[in-house]
């Protein structure tokens, strides 16, 4: 069920004007969280919140103690190098320290002069993971993904009969998370052999590809063998990141038979650095709708909460820049745009499917969604669907194609929120260029 409280006024505006103008994204009713330090800087990585063009230093404001309740208690958390104590602490906590940032950043408030002085223009900064991600997972949720993808390796049945019953998803590598502006190498590995009865053939992926995704963080955990419930499930939710879950094709059809994807997927994983809170998405939530011809969620995913407001309205868009685009100033270019309002599955149902075993999830844990393609073809958010498996290449406007991703090439992940009448919410961006691969 959607929550609105004054957070959310459109009406609001902030004392820093650059948090006022639409084009920036990040106005009095976003208030993202990232961990941060000046680039170049010697500086320890601690919490901030983007306002405008500016990061308010947590870890500062917190010694000034300018909070008190719930709200101080948040703040305290915030002096260290990632978010997990923050996202431990849940949502009455969360939502004090919004209320009191929003009540501090808003025009006339009666603290600007105690958080100006602790603003660090975003042009001047550098990330770090926002927590330190002990598990990730990651879901397959775009029917239409996997339908695309099915077609291409499984023509006769592209999508599997489990899909419309269950999320299904894969546990994937936490440790080779990074963030937006990491490069990617190149990863090296076996492929398919060329014909029967010859061998795989070794060396770096042909068809390195991206993967625009969505990802949550998790907040409180719940203990070994206590699920979630679906009525639960939203409160485990800190918020949401953009995801480019990078993948090796042809690693992957060779390896991915019979216990799925390994060393394809396992090389890297860039998420962007702004974590969007939950409740700054309440005022974009949509209603659940299933096809009628389709099985219904099982009763344990499904409540009146996901019926009336599961689904969140969320931009999505993939660009490319090569090293000859770069060098001749062309822009990035449109490669596709989605929705995460496509996905067949809701972050809520994940969380609850995840635990239905007695899972244990813990504060920090990453949750991706999956490719969240839609159904058009200029909603397809990876190489291997918009080239068809690498039968159609993709043509770029300065005059290259593309049927996978070649070494120099660079791609970024957008999202944002938008509706009439209220502001526009950015969520930043994931960026990755790929270098050869090592040896």
């Not at 501090?104 to 993971?129: D, F, K």
């Not at 995840?354 to 844990?365: A, E, F, S, W």
């Not at 070649?406 to 929120?417: K, R, S």
Request: charged share 15%; with cysteine; net charge neutral.
């Amino acid at each position: 069920m959607t929550q609105l409280n004054e957070t959310h006024d459109p009406a609001l505006s902030s004392w820093l004007a650059s948090a006022n103008d639409a084009n920036i994204g990040f106005p009095v009713q976003h208030l993202p969280f990232a961990v941060f330090r000046r680039a170049a800087s010697q500086e320890k990585f601690r919490p901030g919140v983007a306002l405008g063009d500016q990061i308010i230093d947590l870890a500062q404001l917190a010694l000034r103690q300018p909070f008190s309740g719930l709200a101080a208690e948040a703040l305290n958390t915030c002096t260290g190098p990632t978010l997990n104590a923050l996202m431990a602490l849940g949502n009455r906590h969360w939502s004090a320290l919004r209320l009191a940032l929003s009540q501090a950043t808003r025009a006339g408030s009666v603290l600007q002069a105690v958080i100006e002085p602790l603003l660090v223009p975003q042009a001047q900064a550098e990330y770090s993971l926002p927590a330190q991600i002990r598990d990730y997972t990651d879901f397959y949720i775009s029917i239409y993904h996997a339908t695309a993808g099915g077609k291409i390796s499984r023509p006769d049945a592209p999508l599997l009969p489990n899909f419309k019953w269950l999320p299904i998803g894969y546990h994937g590598r936490a440790s080779s998370v990074v963030i937006s502006g990491h490069e990617v190498v190149r990863p090296v590995g076996q492929a398919r052999p060329a014909s029967a009865g010859q061998p795989p053939s070794f060396g770096p992926s042909q068809r390195l590809d991206f993967e625009l995704e969505m990802a949550m963080f998790v907040g409180p955990g719940n203990a070994q063998g206590k699920r979630i419930t679906i009525d639960e499930a939203d409160e485990h939710i800190f918020g949401v990141c953009l995801l480019n879950d990078w993948s090796a094709r042809d690693i992957q059809a060779w390896e991915v038979q019979p216990l799925g994807p390994f060393l394809a997927k396992s090389f890297a994983t860039t998420i962007s650095p702004w974590i969007v809170t939950r409740e700054a998405l309440e005022p974009f939530r949509l209603p659940f709708n299933r096809p009628a011809t389709d099985p219904q969620p099982l009763p344990y995913l499904m409540n009146e909460s996901v019926k009336k407001g599961g689904v969140y309205d969320i931009g999505l868009k993939a660009l490319i820049s090569t090293e000859q685009s770069r060098a001749a100033r062309h822009e990035p270019a449109l490669l596709a745009h989605s929705n995460l309002c496509h996905a067949y599955w809701t972050l809520s149902q994940l969380i609850t499917h995840h635990t239905v075993n007695g899972c244990n999830l813990q504060p920090g844990d990453l949750i991706g969604t999956g490719t969240m393609s839609g159904p058009n073809p200029d909603q397809a958010l990876s190489f291997n669907e918009l080239s068809v498996g690498a039968t159609q290449a993709v043509k770029l406007p300065w005059g290259q194609e593309r049927k996978f991703l070649e070494d120099g090439d660079e791609i970024t992940l957008q999202a944002e929120c938008t509706k009439p009448g209220y502001p526009r919410l950015s969520f930043g961006q994931a960026t990755g260029k790929i270098r050869p691969a090592v040896g």
